[in-house]
């Protein structure tokens, strides 16, 4: 992990669950994936992760992302709020902060949701 990233969460990034069909989640799974699904439940955070997730490049600056509809210092809390869930990852490049969406976190609550055949 280079020095220049920051905001790294502390949740565990493996895939926490079977498909909830096949078994209760334990209270502890609970939780944990509750705090990713109530980073995303905020419009304006699933608007900022949906234009991360579609950038071209795989990543995407601040500034490229930022016209939602609030001022900057909202967009920086909502881009901490799923920094501090999971769901993004970030670095810091010059003046700049590029974010990524994390994988293992949104395939795990692709996971949890999928269906049993």
Known sequence: MSKSQIGETSLTASPCC???????LSEADAEHMASMFKALADPVRLRLFSRVASHPAGEACVCDISDVGVSQPTVSHHLKKLREAGLLTSERRGTWVYYRIAPQPVAAMSALLALRS
């Open 18 to 24: 079977q498909p909830i069909t096949s078994a209760a």
